[in-house]
C-alpha cells in the first residue's frame, strides 16, 4: 500500500494544496526510503518523517498524526514534493473524476427532461403535487407565493 492510499481523501488533497502553494519548507532524503522535512501549516511548521517503503512508520509532529498511525497532509505535501510526478498524477486524476462526475450530471439531467416531457398531463399532475406535499417546506412555500394568488390575501 502506498502512503497516499493509506491516507483519507481529505488529507491527500489538503496535503495536494500544501505542496502546490509551497508549504515544504525543507525535504531531504535520508536513507533509501525514507524523507524528511519540515512543512508550515497554521503559523507553525512541524517536523515530518516519511518511509514509503512502510507507510505506517511515517510520522509528525502535529496534532493530527502525533502518536497515532495516521497519515496526515504534512506527510502527503512532503511525499508529493519528493516526488512530483505523483502530485502531478494525482491532480490529473482529481480533474478527471470531476470531469466524468459533470458528464453523468448532464447526462441524467438531459434523461431527466426527456422522461418529464414524455409525461402525460395526469401524471404531471401526481408528480408535482408529490413533490410539493413531500417536498421541502421551503419548496412547498415559494410555489404557493408564486402560484396561488388566495395565498397572498
Ligand atoms: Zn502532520
Not at 31 to 43: K, L, N, P
Not at 84 to 89: I, L
Not at 105 to 115: C, G, P, S, V, Y
Request: contains cysteine.
Amino acid at each position: 500500500m502506498s502512503l497516499i492510499s493509506l491516507a483519507s481523501f481529505e488529507s491527500v488533497w489538503r496535503g495536494y494544496e500544501y505542496y502546490r502553494d509551497y508549504h515544504v519548507i525543507h525535504a531531504a532524503q535520508t536513507e533509501d526510503d525514507s524523507f524528511s522535512g519540515i512543512v508550515s501549516g497554521h503559523g507553525q511548521s512541524y517536523q515530518v518523517y516519511v518511509n514509503t517503503a512502510h507507510p505506517r512508520k511515517s510520522h509528525c509532529n502535529c496534532p493530527h498524526a502525533a502518536g497515532r498511525r495516521t497519515i496526515c497532509k504534512h506527510m502527503v505535501a512532503l511525499y508529493f514534493c519528493v516526488f512530483p510526478d505523483e502530485a502531478e498524477n494525482y491532480y490529473d486524476q482529481v480533474i478527471a473524476a470531476e470531469e466524468e462526475a459533470e458528464r453523468l450530471q448532464e447526462k441524467t439531467e438531459k434523461a431527466l427532461i426527456r422522461h418529464v416531457r414524455s409525461m402525460t398531463k395526469p401524471e404531471l399532475e401526481q408528480a408535482l403535487l408529490q413533490l410539493l406535499l413531500e417536498g421541502p417546506e421551503w419548496q412547498y412555500d415559494r410555489f404557493l407565493r408564486e402560484n396561488v394568488d388566495e395565498y397572498l390575501e
